[in-house]
């Protein structure tokens, strides 16, 4: 999380935001109103979109009778506006102190957007941007206190991955542990499940490796899945 972050009031002019994030070499910056509530933020799409509307063209009559009024004068205040909370958007996707670094990049995902507010009791903490969970994924994984995980604690932890993932069959493939390097043994159905597994053993923190030894599904037991 970036916990030092730039604000401007609503009622900032446009030019002035732009110049902000051009200086800054930031693409978004909270609206923070008196009371210090985020009321929205204004990202370089919202930018963007101020400027495109510039050349928006008058719809025709014939389309303007299937457009919704709401929606027609929301785009033009958007695209027409002077200031910060006239262009901003206000439908804000935040989280708390406490969220994960995978829930938040779920989140992103999942939203299609690039950062998201820190956010505590409508008081903005920080901004989780796509740098930050870049960062969160290089960090090295923690480990117990006495250094290195144990090889059965990470047989269990990749266990337990497995159990959670539809497209693994864990009575035919089976896991052993040594010095850190993950075995797979027994039977995958497909290529596709190897390089999954593979993927999935490789995130489980104290993995130093990943071996696998699994043989092609023979047609006999098929019948039994």
């Known amino acids: 999380m970036t916990p030092d972050v730039v ?7 446009v030019i002035a935001v732009a110049r902000l994030l051009a200086e800054r070499g930031i693409s978004a910056v909270p609206v923070v109103d008196k009371a210090g509530k985020v009321v929205g933020v204004v990202t370089e799409a919202d930018l963007i979109r101020r400027l495109a509307g510039q050349e928006d063209q008058p719809q ?3 389309r303007s009778l299937f457009s919704d009024p709401g929606e027609q004068a929301e785009r033009y205040a958007r695209t027409h506006g002077s200031t910060a909370e006239e262009i901003m958007t206000a439908e804000l996707v935040s989280v ?3 969220d994960t670094a995978t829930h938040i990049a779920h989140l992103m995902e999942e939203k299609g957007i690039r950062r998201v507010l820190v956010l505590e009791e409508g008081r903005l903490r920080g901004i989780v941007s796509r740098a930050d969970l870049l960062r969160a994924l290089v ?7 006495g250094g290195e995980l144990s090889d059965d604690r990470i047989r269990q932890a990749v266990l337990a991955a497995m159990r959670k993932q539809p497209w693994i069959d864990s009575f035919y493939t089976l896991v052993e542990v040594r010095d850190g390097v993950v075995e797979f043994h027994g039977f995958t159905t497909t290529d596709q499940v190897k390089r999954g597994l593979k993927v999935l053993a490789e995130q489980v923190p104290g993995v130093k490796g990943v071996v696998d030894n699994t043989q092609p599904m023979p047609p006999y037991l098929y019948g039994g899945m």
Do not use: D, I
């Open 7 to 13: 604000t401007v009031p609503p009622a900032t002019p």
């Open 60 to 62: 025709g009559w014939l």
């Open 139 to 145: 960090a090295p994984p923690k480990t117990e206190s």
């Open 96 to 98: 708390v102190g406490s």
